[in-house]
């Protein structure tokens, strides 16, 4: 059964650092496409970053430069490491699989809950 | 970038209502579309994905089709469980999702 589970999460200040994490069952993370999404509360979603079975990454504009994709495969974790956090990036994180480029996103995570305040 | 324009953001339905939610893209996708349904406190559920397919285990009273850069996804007969948000996504390029059509019980 494929499960995926976040961790990670938590209250950080404006311009701090924290990593989130997506444990995967019942598949190989480095087999498939992953990805984040975030949605603010009461909002809706917004893709995050992706990143390809190959390695490829990319992000969305307003995480560029902030953020960085990446998996553990011994691990079999998907990662995304976000610095320099500010108010706009409060949003519950998914991790999500899906096949290709243009395919659905077939599973996702419960989700974690990620706060940007002083 | 692609936005996907989603209508309407809610409404009101009662069971057994047929129920239209429309997605419009701002270019050309092809069938690169995809409809999720989000119940509160819960990750998305993929329901139709290629425009028109119904994911595995989603019951049949859930239907899409794509007329252009219009699409559409209809709920023959709102069941109880139906009471969510769904969201339209583009997979063309890169990964854009609508709004979100909020669909409550009148």
């Known amino acids: 059964e494929v499960q995926l589970v976040e961790s990670g999460g938590g209250l950080v200040q404006p311009g701090g650092s924290l990593r989130l994490s997506c444990a995967a069952s019942g598949f190989s993370v480095s087999s498939k496409y992953m990805s984040w999404v975030r949605q603010p509360p009461g909002k809706g979603l917004e893709w995050v970053s992706v990143i390809y079975s190959g390695g490829s990454t990319y992000y969305g504009d307003s995480v560029k430069g902030r953020f960085t994709i990446s998996r553990d495969n011994s691990k079999n974790t998907l990662f995304l490491q976000m610095n320099s956090l500010r108010g706009e990036d409060t949003a519950v994180y998914y991790c999500?699989?899906?096949?290709?480029?243009?395919?659905?996103?077939?599973?996702w995570g419960q989700g974690t809950l990620v706060t940007v305040s002083s | 970038d692609i936005q996907m324009t989603q209508s309407p953001s809610s409404l009101s339905a009662s069971v057994g209502d047929r129920v239209t939610i429309t997605c419009r893209a701002s270019q050309s996708i092809g069938r690169y579309l995809n409809w999720y349904q989000q119940k509160a406190g819960k990750a998305p559920k993929l329901l139709i994905y290629a425009a028109s397919s119904l994911q595995s285990g989603v019951p049949s009273r859930f239907s899409g089709s794509e007329s252009g850069t219009d699409f559409t996804l209809t709920i023959s007969s709102l069941q109880p469980e139906d009471f969510a948000t769904y969201y339209c996504q583009q997979s063309y390029n890169e990964w854009t999702f609508g709004q979100g059509t909020k669909v409550e019980i009148k």
């Open positions: 999500a699989r899906f096949q290709s480029g243009s395919s659905p996103f077939d599973y």
